[in-house]
C-alpha cells in the first residue's frame, strides 16, 4: 500500500463527514458481480426506476416505505469534464424497449453515472439545516465495467510464482483440464531455462487465452484471470497482456519476461481501474447469475463461488484498522443473486438462500445479521405457469424467447436451498434462454417492471434516505 | 420428481407479442384527492354583497333611466349612456380580473405539465406563454421545433427565462434602492413599513408583467402567497442576494444621502429577496 493512502483515505472521510453535515452527501454504490451477472441491466433498471420514483411512479414502494415519503425528486447529474465514459441508461432501456428488444451486449469499458436524489429533512436539525442550505441532495455515484475485470482484483496481492501455481493447480483438475489441455501440453513441454523468445511467449499466451475463452463461453467457469485476457477494453490488446502461467522451476529469461509483464499489468490495471473506482465506496452488492451457475454443473458452480469468495477476500483486505479509523470501512453490503423471473414464485426464497449458501461458504464473516440476502429480478420478463412433466404438473414460467419470438414455457429445475449432493449433478449442461424484455415505455417514464430490486435497495441506501 | 431444467417447446407456439405485465398501470402515481374548491363562508359573503351592491343598484338606476325618459327624451337617453358607461366599466374591470387568472392558470398548467413529464401538454402551454411574452419571440422558431421536453426546457432556461429573471432582479434592485432611500427620508417607522409593503405589492405585479402576466386584485393576492412559498427556497440558497445588497447598500451616492445604511439594508435585502421569489413564482416552468 503506497504510504499516502491513509493519509488520503482521511481526507476522503473528512471530506465525507463535511458533506453528510452539509446535507451533500456522495454515496458510491460498487456494484460487484462476474461477466454475465447482470450489472449492467441492474444499473439500468436502478436509474430508470429511480427516476421514475422520482416523478412520482410507485415503481420501488419498498424504497419508498424506507424513506417515508420523503424523496422528492431524482435527476442525473448532468455530464461535467469527465474524463470516463457516460453510463448510458437512456440508451440501454431504449434498446430494451424498442421493437424488437435488444438486450445490452458485453460490456467492454468503464462507464459512470451519478443521480442525485432530492429528500426533505427527517430530523429537527435537518430542518433547521433546510432553512439555511434548502432540501438534502444525495449524490448516489454509479460504476459499470466488464465483470472479467473484477478477477484481478485477488491478484494484485499475488507475485508472479504464487500467482502461477494458484491458477495452474486450477486448471489440472476435472473438466478445466479438457478445455486447457493443449495449453498445459505447451507449458509442460517448454524447457526450465527458456530465453525470452517473444514467439514462444505470444504462442503460449494465444494458446492459454483460448483456454480461457473455452471455460468462460462454452462451460460457465468464471474464476480466469487475466480480465483482460478475455474482455482487452476500449484500449485493446497490450504487450503487458502477452503473459500466461508457468510451472515452477522455471527461472530462464522467459520467466523473467513473463513476470514483468505480469507486474505492469497489475500496476497498469491497479492505475486505470481499481485505485480510483474500486478504492472507496460506501455500499457494495454483489450481484450473482446462481441459477445460471447451478446450471452449468458442479465444478463451474464451485468455481464461481471460489471466484466470489476470492474478491470478498481481496476487498476486505484493503479495509483493514485504518479503513476503519478513517471511516472509509463502514460499508453495507447486499448481495443478490439476479434473474430470478428465471423461476417461478415458489422457488425465489430457495434461490435466496442458495445464494447465501453460494457466497457464505467460504466467507462466513461476511455474512452479518443485518446483510441482506435477495433474489432480484433487474427486469422481469417472464410470468409464472405450471406445466406437464412426464405426467407430473410442475412449476414453471412463461416468456417470449429471444431467439424465435414465441411464448414458451420454460422449467427451470429444482432449486436447491445449499449447493446439492453429488446425485444433483446428473443433469448435463443446461443454459437459460434469453427472454424478451416485457412491453416497455421507451421514455422510461413508468420505470422497469422488476423483482425485489425496491427492497434491495431500501436495504442498501433506505438509510441515506 | 423429474428435476432437470428444460425448456418446454410447444409444437403449436406461434410468435408472440410482447409479455404485458400490466405494470404502467401498477406504478400510477396515486393521485392526491382533488380538492374540492369550495367557497369559504367569507367569500360567499362578499359575494352576496357585491350581488346586492350591483343587483340593487342596477334596478335603482333602472327606475332612475325610466323616470328621466318620463321627464323628456333627451334626458333619457343621456342618464342611459352614463348609467351603460358605469357599469361597462364595471364590466371590464371584471374581466381584466378573470383574463389575469386566466393567465396565472395557464402558467400553472404548463408547470404541471412539465412536472409529468407530458411533452404534448408542455408544448402547447409553453408556445402559449412563447406568444404572450415579448423577450420570448426570438425563440419562438427555436422553441416550436424542440423535438423532446428536455431540449424545451433547455431552450427555455438558455433563452426567454434568463432574460426574465435578469429583468426581474433588475427591478428588484430599483425597488430596493427606492425602499433604502424612503427609509431615509420617511420620518415615523410606521409609515416606513406601510410605504415598504405598499412597494412590495408593486415588485411583485412587476415581475408578473415581466413575465408576461397581468394579475387583478384575486390574481395578485394569488401571486403573493406563492411568492411568500418561493422566498424560503430563496432565501435558503442565496449568496447573491448578499452580494447584491452589498453592491446597493455601498453605491456613494445612496451612501451619501442614507448615512447609516444598516436599517435601510434590510429593507433593501427584502426587495432583492422578493424580486427572486415573485420570478419564481411566475415562471413557466418550477426552476431547478
Ligand atoms: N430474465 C432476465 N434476464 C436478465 C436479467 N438481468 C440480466 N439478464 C440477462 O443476462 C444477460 C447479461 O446481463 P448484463 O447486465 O449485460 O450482464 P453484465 O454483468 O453487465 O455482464 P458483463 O458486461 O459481461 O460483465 C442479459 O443480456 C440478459 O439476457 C433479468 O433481470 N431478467
Ligand atoms: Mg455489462
Redesign the pocket.
Known amino acids: 500500500m503506497p504510504l499516502l493512502t491513509p493519509i488520503e483515505d482521511a481526507l476522503a472521510g473528512m471530506s465525507d463527514l463535511a458533506r453528510a453535515m452539509a446535507g451533500r452527501e456522495r454515496v458510491r454504490l460498487a456494484v460487484t458481480?462476474l461477466?454475465?451477472?447482470?450489472?449492467?441491466?441492474?444499473l439500468t433498471s436502478v436509474v430508470a426506476n429511480l427516476l421514475a420514483a422520482g416523478q412520482g411512479a410507485r415503481t420501488l414502494p419498498a424504497l419508498e416505505a424506507a424513506a417515508g415519503g420523503r424523496l422528492r425528486g431524482v435527476r442525473l447529474v448532468p455530464a461535467g469534464t469527465e474524463a470516463t465514459p457516460r453510463f448510458d441508461a437512456p440508451g440501454h432501456l431504449a434498446a430494451l424497449a424498442a421493437d424488437p428488444p435488444r438486450?445490452?451486449g458485453?460490456?467492454e469499458d468503464l462507464s459512470t453515472l451519478e443521480l442525485e436524489l432530492t429528500v426533505s429533512p427527517a430530523s429537527w436539525l435537518g430542518q433547521a439545516r433546510g432553512m439555511v442550505m434548502g432540501d438534502r441532495r444525495v449524490t448516489l455515484e454509479l460504476l459499470?465495467y466488464?465483470?472479467?475485470w473484477l478477477l484481478d482484483l485477488p491478484m494484485l496481492e499475488q507475485g508472479f510464482e504464487e500467482w502461477s501455481r494458484e491458477t495452474l493447480a486450477r486448471l489440472r483438475v476435472g473438466r478445466r483440464a479438457e478445455a486447457a489441455a493443449e495449453f498445459l501440453a505447451f507449458v509442460d513441454a517448454l524447457p526450465p531455462r527458456a530465453t525470452a523468445e517473444e514467439a514462444l511467449a505470444r504462442e503460449g499466451f494465444r494458446l492459454y487465452r483460448a483456454a480461457l475463452l473455452r471455460l468462460r463461453d462454452e462451460m460457465g467457469f468464471r474464476f480466469l484471470q487475466p480480465g483482460r485476457a478475455l474482455n482487452p477494453g476500449p484500449r485493446g490488446e497490450a504487450p503487458l497482456l502477452w503473459f500466461f502461467p508457468l510451472p515452477e522451476g522455471h527461472g530462464g529469461g522467459l520467466a523473467d519476461l513473463l513476470r514483468r509483464r505480469h507486474a505492469a499489468y497489475l500496476a497498469d490495471q491497479r492505475a486505470a481501474f481499481f485505485d480510483p473506482f474500486f478504492r472507496r465506496f460506501h455500499r457494495q452488492v454483489v450481484?450473482v447469475d446462481a441459477l445460471g451457475a447451478l446450471h452449468a454443473g458442479e465444478q463451474a458452480f464451485d468455481d464461481t463461488a471460489e471466484a466470489l469468495a476470492a474478491i470478498a477476500a481481496a476487498l476486505r483486505q484493503g479495509g483493514g484498522w485504518m479503513d476503519l479509523l478513517t471511516g472509509q470501512g463502514v460499508r453495507r453490503v447486499g448481495f443478490a443473486a439476479?434473474?430470478a423471473?428465471?423461476v417461478p414464485a415458489r422457488a425465489r426464497e430457495a434461490l435466496a438462500s442458495l445464494m447465501g449458501d453460494l457466497v457464505g461458504r467460504q466467507t462466513p464473516s461476511v455474512l452479518g445479521a443485518e446483510t441482506p440476502v435477495r433474489a432480484i429480478?433487474?427486469?422481469?420478463?417472464?410470468e409464472d405457469t405450471s406445466a406437464l412433466l412426464e405426467g407430473r404438473p410442475v412449476a414453471a414460467v412463461r416468456g417470449v424467447l429471444m431467439r424465435d419470438g414465441r411464448l414458451t414455457p420454460v422449467y427451470p429445475g429444482e432449486v436447491p436451498l445449499r449447493r446439492p449432493g453429488p446425485e444433483f449433478w446428473d443433469a448435463p449442461y443446461f443454459e437459460m434462454p434469453?427472454?424478451q424484455p416485457p412491453r416497455l415505455l421507451g421514455d422510461g417514464a413508468a420505470g422497469i417492471p422488476h423483482l425485489g430490486l425496491d427492497a434491495l435497495l431500501a436495504a442498501l441506501i433506505g438509510d441515506l434516505l | 420428481m423429474p428435476r432437470g431444467p428444460r425448456v418446454l417447446t410447444e409444437e403449436a407456439a406461434r410468435p408472440a407479442p410482447r409479455l404485458d405485465l400490466g405494470w404502467d398501470q401498477a406504478v400510477v402515481p396515486v393521485a392526491p384527492p382533488p380538492i374540492s374548491r369550495r367557497w369559504s363562508a367569507p367569500a360567499l359573503a362578499a359575494m352576496g354583497v357585491l350581488v346586492l351592491l350591483l343587483g340593487l343598484s342596477a334596478i335603482d338606476v333602472a327606475g332612475f333611466v325610466a323616470d328621466q325618459f318620463a321627464r323628456g327624451a333627451p334626458l333619457g337617453w343621456l342618464t342611459l349612456g352614463v348609467a351603460a358607461l358605469g357599469y361597462g366599466l364595471i364590466g371590464w374591470a371584471g374581466l381584466r380580473e378573470l383574463r389575469g387568472l386566466a393567465a396565472l392558470e395557464s402558467v400553472e398548467r404548463g408547470r404541471e405539465a412539465v412536472a409529468r413529464g407530458d411533452h404534448a401538454a408542455a408544448r402547447r402551454a409553453v408556445l402559449d406563454w412563447a406568444a404572450r411574452v415579448p423577450a420570448a419571440a426570438p425563440t419562438l422558431p427555436a422553441l416550436k421545433q424542440a423535438s423532446d421536453l428536455p431540449t424545451l426546457l433547455a431552450l427555455l432556461e438558455a433563452g426567454p427565462l434568463a432574460a426574465l429573471d435578469r429583468q426581474a432582479v433588475a427591478a428588484g434592485r430599483a425597488a430596493a434602492l427606492q425602499s433604502l432611500a424612503a427609509t431615509a427620508v420617511v420620518p415615523s417607522p410606521a409609515l416606513d413599513g406601510l410605504f415598504i409593503a405598499w412597494r412590495g405589492v408593486r415588485l411583485v405585479r412587476e415581475v408578473a408583467a415581466i413575465h408576461g402576466l397581468r394579475p387583478g386584485v384575486a390574481g395578485t393576492l394569488k401571486l403573493l402567497r406563492r411568492t411568500l412559498f418561493e422566498a424560503g427556497a430563496v432565501a435558503a440558497a442565496d449568496i447573491a442576494i448578499n452580494a447584491a445588497v452589498t453592491a446597493v447598500t455601498t453605491n456613494p451616492l445612496v451612501a451619501s444621502v442614507v448615512g447609516d445604511a444598516a436599517t435601510g439594508a434590510v429593507a433593501a435585502r427584502r426587495m432583492l429577496l422578493l424580486a427572486r421569489a415573485a420570478s419564481r413564482a411566475c415562471r413557466i416552468v418550477t426552476p431547478r
Open positions: 458481480g461477466s454475465r451477472a447482470g450489472k449492467t441491466v441492474f438486450w445490452p458485453r460490456t459499470d466488464p465483470g472479467e450481484l439476479t434473474k423471473d428465471h429480478a433487474a427486469i422481469r420478463c417472464t434469453a427472454f
